[in-house]
């Protein structure tokens, strides 16, 4: 089977593989590695590991902190404001999509910010304002914004230039394709995509945007006890930061984050390729803004919704329904799905088009 879910997504086969043989007797020690202390010998090393390699893998700048931290995308839309957010000066929040929208209704209630949507239809196709064109105070406390909308299938690349630090949920796009981390203050990302388990949360922020010691902060939303605690000021999720650290090691032995971009692409190509030929199936998100993450599309027939997402769940290819608010299908293609299952969802495709188109 193919697993297209959005989140909690599909795992390599190898480190699942992995993760099963180890799961009782880690390294011989006799027990699970999920029952060790994460302040025993064994654990440390595992996690120091896992930090270590997605900073070779990210290119991670010395004067940035990562963070292994609890409670998903959304609760860094409520630490991202609680950490960075100045007295009596506002944030700027990009709203390109439902996850945008969703940190500017949670950020909202611990800062004063200022909201722009960037999202809009033109031509009947679904767009976003370029990055040159956001209106930004560089005197922002920051500026909040979403890359890859999950949800709506959208994604942009250029950053904006601003004096302000940049604050990015890369969720649904870490370790995707390249990334300059220097550009960013903060980055974060639930785990259950691209990483690993949902539950644990990624969090690169740069040195100088820790809080001070003693903030008013909850404790584990704090980004300074997190650090100053090498990310384990109460237990952290130990065996979501060991599978994430096998997810980083099938990662580099993949080639790197360079090599992931390229066959990602080539993925999209695939899938977007066959959609765009056919009047049978469309996308409707302007070429340049769309998601090589997340993939929706439409049928010109919606009575045959259901019958394509049954169909192709007895064929292998499962959680392709599409999300309630764009409607239709989506299929998601992180990191862990090959080539192989975009060529066998084309494949699938184009007979239920055959049959029924
Ligand atoms: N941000 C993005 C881009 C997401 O895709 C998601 C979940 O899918 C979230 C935030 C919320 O994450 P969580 O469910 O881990 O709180």
């Known amino acids: 089977t193919y697993n297209f879910c959005a989140g909690p997504a599909m795992l390599p086969v190898e480190v699942m593989q992995q993760a099963q043989e180890e799961l009782i007797n880690w390294h011989g020690r006799g027990c699970s590695i999920m029952e060790m202390s994460h302040r025993g010998k064994d654990f440390m090393q595992v996690a120091a590991q896992a930090e270590q390699d997605l900073r070779d893998l990210l290119a991670i700048p ?24 100045k007295t009596g000066v506002s944030a700027d929040y990009i709203v390109s999509g439902a996850w945008s929208k969703a940190a500017v209704e949670e950020a909202e209630k611990f800062t004063a910010l200022k909201a722009q949507n960037i999202q809009l239809k033109q031509d009947g196709l679904r767009t976003l304002v ?38 990015a949920d890369l969720s649904s796009t870490i370790l995707s394709r390249h990334l300059d981390v220097s550009r960013y203050g903060v980055i974060y990302a639930g785990a ?17 945007l820790l809080p001070v010691k ?35 090691q099938w990662l580099k032995r993949q080639g790197g984050v360079e090599a992931m971009q390229q066959r990602n692409a080539l993925k999209a190509q695939t899938l977007y390729g066959y959609i765009d030929q056919s009047d049978f199936y469309r996308n409707d998100v302007a070429p340049q803004f769309r998601s090589s993450m997340n993939v929706p599309f439409l049928l010109g027939d ?53 049959v029924h188109g």
């Open 62 to 85: 010395d004067n940035y902190k990562v963070l292994f931290m609890h409670g998903g995308g959304r609760g860094q839309f409520s630490a991202v404001p609680l950490n960075l957010a």
């Open 130 to 167: 370029p990055a040159s064109e956001w209106q930004l105070n560089d005197n922002a406390s920051f500026v909040h914004f979403c890359p890859n909308e999950t949800v709506d299938g959208m994604e942009f690349i250029d950053l904006p230039t601003t004096n302000a630090p940049l604050v």
């Open 192 to 208: 259950q995509k691209n990483i690993g388990p949902s539950g644990l949360t990624l969090t690169i922020v740069r040195e100088d």
């Open 214 to 248: 003693g903030s008013s902060i909850p404790s584990v939303l704090d980004y300074r006890l997190a650090a100053d605690n090498d990310s384990m000021f109460n237990t952290p999720p130990t065996y979501a930061w060991y599978l994430a650290g096998l997810v980083f």
């Open 302 to 354: 919606e009575t045959l919704n259901d019958l394509f997402v049954s169909e192709a769940e007895s064929n292998g290819l499962l959680a392709l329904k599409g999300h309630r608010m764009v409607g239709g299908m989506r299929a998601s293609i992180y990191n862990a799905m090959p080539l192989e299952g975009v060529q066998t969802l084309v494949t699938f495709m184009k007979e239920f088009e055959r």
